[in-house]
């Protein structure tokens, strides 16, 4: 088995393969020591300055691994892959999978995606399925859209975390919205010849999502793409959508559709309204078994 260092050199070196040499060396120190081993517990370098969380947990969804953990004055990294086995996860659009950071002071959170130094890896290098742990490193650099900033996280690991195993929702959807976990009451999606469309109703809100095409994949969403998500309050006329502002949006990964047209899958984006200049932060979205039906545009 690798040691953490040498998982640490291993993702580095994956990491700076897809940046060009300037962008590499703001994405790691030669000179900054790799962190102490530890036997349990998450942490990662931010910088020089060690983050190391308070409360840390696992997730599996379905085939979905959330890994979130939070300091105590450095706020909560997240990591959410679209496989639960061992292996290496790129974090980007193309992938599926992504990292975001949020911070104790804003809504404003930092994603793997939206910016050219955004992005890193992950390995899960255990799943001891008698204990109930996982294990892995990681390193990725987060956008934040709405301070323009980049914040790269090194050095990372998550050793021996107890996961919890969770079901999918059945024919529904769940998400977070602003950090807060909501249930869709219920979902409606339709599919045509060149679009597929979900709308999902949580109390007084809606979700709208639309993907141009028609097959299992993943889709970035923002300002520069046919693809889009909108927010808002039944009765509001002025939606928050992923269109709006060069610093919002975010993925949506259709991971299957069956025979029976079931749409299953993922998404995670940031939504900003122009009259109040506010935005609305969606993660860890996942969909299951969403009923496509057949309408004409």
């Not at 300055?49 to 997240?78: C, E, H, P, R, Y």
Request: aromatic share 10%; charged share 20%; proline share 3%.
């Amino acid at each position: 088995m690798l040691t953490k260092k040498l998982l640490y050199v291993a993702l580095s070196t994956m990491v700076l393969a897809c940046c060009t040499p300037e962008e590499g060396e703001d994405l790691v120190d030669p000179n900054n020591p790799p962190a102490k081993e530890i036997e349990y517990g998450m942490e990662a370098k931010i910088g020089k300055t060690s983050w190391k969380a308070v409360n840390f947990s696992i997730q599996m969804i379905g085939k979905n691994l959330i890994i979130s953990g939070t300091s105590d004055t450095m706020g909560t990294i997240t990591i959410h892959l679209q496989d639960t086995a061992v292996g290496t996860y790129y974090l980007n659009p193309a992938s599926g999978n992504y990292a975001f950071v949020a911070d104790t002071i804003s809504d404003a959170l930092g994603y793997t995606f939206g910016n050219s130094l955004a992005g890193g890896a992950v390995i899960i290098n255990k799943v001891d399925r008698d204990s109930l742990t996982i294990s892995g490193n990681f390193i990725f650099t987060a956008y934040n859209g709405v301070r323009h900033t980049t914040t790269t996280y090194s050095q990372g690991s998550f050793i021996n975390i107890p996961y919890s195993e969770t079901s999918l929702p059945k024919k529904g959807m769940i998400s977070y919205i602003n950090n807060k976990k909501v249930t869709a009451d219920s979902v409606k999606a339709g599919i045509a010849k060149d679009e597929i469309m979900f709308m999902a109703y949580f109390g007084n809100d809606e979700i709208g999502i639309d993907i141009k095409n028609v097959f299992k994949g993943n889709y970035p969403l923002g300002k520069e793409y046919a693809h889009l998500a909108r927010y808002n309050t039944i009765g509001d006329t002025i939606l928050y959508t992923t269109k709006d502002n060069n610093y919002v949006g975010g993925i949506v990964s259709i991971t299957n559709i069956t025979k029976d047209s079931l749409a299953s899958g993922s998404f995670v984006f940031t939504v900003y309204r122009a009259k109040d200049r506010k935005i609305m932060n969606f993660n860890r979205g996942i969909f299951n078994d969403i009923k496509l039906n057949n309408y004409t545009k």
